[in-house]
């Protein structure tokens, strides 16, 4: 069987089949039995079915019943039986309660006492849920610690492993990538997981080969900004402490990462990545931040970043705008510096890559749906420099300088973006170049701002996506998320500067979504979008 969350196979296997749409589970006095029905990628419940129709005359293990909807889902293969554990006793739908194949127990299999009451019915399962509260990754551990060490020959299908931070960093995290499977897309919106306890485990055979991501480096770095000159009181809000403290999701990432950083931060970094599977995958680049330089071909132009820092302080003088106080000249100098960075990982290549990536170091801060979906965007290893189009400025500003910097302005994103060596090597370059130009002019605020006179210039050096800030990688592929941004920003304004063939671009890209049931648009958004559609057909094809 092939590998269950790949799209082809998302596809081609009728989750929505595997359910008992014939039984009502619905309370007529309190109504808690709705998210039952949802489809997969919402709730779990149609792929627990799924995987107990994998076996037949076997055992499950359900651990933490609550009401009793996943042990009803798991017994979808009447010919398994379900061994449901919870302490308490929180069912009160008799269609679940009389439900022949589950067998309810009362029972705390995180005490000793219990385990070994039914450690052979443990070691008999074909396969274990695991959905206990308070959901911190404590629990969860103990258990994969405890299976591990009775041998336990199955798999484990773990709830919410991205929601809660606590999770994240208690357990998924923790285990080594090779043993541990991301079935959200086709699971629970909070994470559904799988954890084999080796690579030799029924469920390698059913998943089938995972993605290999070998081929991608992705790049971020942090320097402690606050040590600078001109730390304002909003960088120094987000201190070390701050940075660090939201970089875990980042540093514990299972894919061949370049770091850059500086003297003092690099033993806090190590820490976070110290991992034994995630060593070979990592490389450190040491330096200080006032001395990064732009290198042109093969040399340091001589300023470093202590020079332009002095420039850009002068030019703001000269050219005040309106703008967020934590945007200082040094955090601008640092987010420039993720094309010095990128230029110079291309050229050294530790791991042989041929495609490249830069992410934030505090990623999660936009929320874990960008986690989730990251190995599927690296999955379309996509050439060309693509990046979230958020909103749409027409050229006329963006090259009407004096008018353009009074404020700042950002249309893309830039917290990640990918590319293939060959477009990040050019579109880096180019980053570096309009960084001097406007330099010399006296403008530039920010690395956002500098993208669309890029863009403008060199359209077909670009692939975009389209979301907001909250959905610079979860949109990557598709729109999945906050669906309604992309046609009250970039839609409606790119429509409104005559820019149809880009609109009608980001229209197809939301369409697609919608129809493949990635999204969900209301009544009125979908007229929006159908509005614009219909007119960007008689505008361009007339």
Not at 21 to 35: F, G, Q, W
Not at 157 to 174: G, L, T
Not at 489 to 505: A, M, P, Q, T
Request: charged share 25%; net charge negative; aromatic share 16%.
């Amino acid at each position: 069987m092939s590998a269950i969350i790949t799209e082809k196979a998302i596809n081609a296997i009728p989750f929505e089949n595997y359910f008992i749409e014939s039984i009502n589970l619905t309370n007529t006095v309190e109504n808690d039995y709705v998210e039952f029905y949802d489809k997969c990628g919402k709730q779990h419940y149609r792929l627990l079915s799924y995987l107990s129709s994998l076996f037949n005359n076997s055992v499950i293990l359900d651990i933490g019943t609550h009401r009793g909807q996943s042990a009803f889902a798991l017994s979808y293969n009447q010919t398994n039986t379900v061994h449901t554990f919870d302490i308490q006793n929180n069912v009160y739908n008799n269609v679940i309660r009389q439900r022949s194949n589950i067998q309810f127990h009362y029972d705390n299999l995180f005490e000793e006492k219990g385990q070994q009451k039914w450690k052979e019915i443990i070691l008999k399962s074909a396969f274990i849920f695991l959905d206990v509260d308070p959901h911190n990754g404590k629990m969860e551990m103990e258990l994969y610690n405890y299976l591990k060490l009775i041998n336990y020959k199955g798999f484990v299908v773990c709830d919410d492993i991205w929601h809660f931070k606590e999770m994240r960093n208690e357990f998924w995290y923790k285990i080594d990538d090779k043993y541990r499977y991301d079935l959200t897309l086709v699971g629970h919106f909070s994470g559904t997981g799988v954890v084999t306890m080796s690579q030799e485990s029924s469920f390698e055979l059913l998943y089938g080969a995972k993605t290999n991501l070998s081929n991608w480096t992705l790049v971020t770095a942090y320097y402690n900004l606050t040590k600078c000159p001109d730390a304002s009181n909003e960088i120094c809000e987000r201190n070390q402490d701050y940075y660090m403290s939201h970089s875990i999701s980042t540093l514990s990432l299972p894919y061949n990462m370049v770091i850059y950083c500086d003297d003092e931060s690099l033993p806090l970094i190590q820490e976070k990545r110290s991992s034994e599977w995630l060593k070979p995958r990592t490389q450190y680049i040491v330096n200080e931040f006032d001395e990064l330089r732009i290198v042109k071909e093969g040399r340091s132009l001589g300023e470093s970043f202590a020079d332009y820092r002095r420039q850009i302080i002068e030019n703001r003088k000269k050219f005040p705008y309106n703008f967020d106080n934590r945007n200082t000249a040094s955090y601008y100098l640092f987010c420039m510096s993720r094309y010095v960075m990128l230029k110079e990982t291309i050229r050294t290549n530790p791991f042989g890559s041929t495609h490249f990536a830069w992410i934030n170091f505090c990623i999660e801060r936009m929320g874990y749906l960008n986690l989730v979906h990251l190995e599927e965007a690296l999955s379309v290893n996509r050439d060309k420099f693509s990046t979230c189009y958020i909103d749409y400025i027409n050229p006329e500003l963006v090259f009407n300088l004096p008018e353009y910097f009074k404020y700042g302005r950002c249309s893309m994103c830039s917290g990640f973006f990918t590319g293939n060596s060959r477009y990040m090597n050019v579109f880096c370059e180019l980053m570096e170049n309009r960084f001097l130009q406007y330099l010399v002019e006296g403008m530039g605020h920010s690395d956002e701002t500098l993208f669309s006179s890029i863009y403008f210039e060199n359209p077909d050096l670009f692939e975009h996506y389209y979301g907001d800030y909250q959905q610079m990688i979860t949109n990557y592929k598709y729109i999945y998320d906050n669906p309604e941004a992309p046609i009250y920003n970039f839609i409606r304004n790119s429509f409104d500067k005559g820019n149809y063939i880009k609109c009608l671009e980001a229209c197809n890209f939301l369409e697609k979504s919608v129809r493949f049931g990635k999204c969900f648009l209301g009544r009125d958004y979908s007229d929006n979008l159908n509005y614009y559609i219909e007119h960007l057909q008689k505008r361009i094809f007339a």
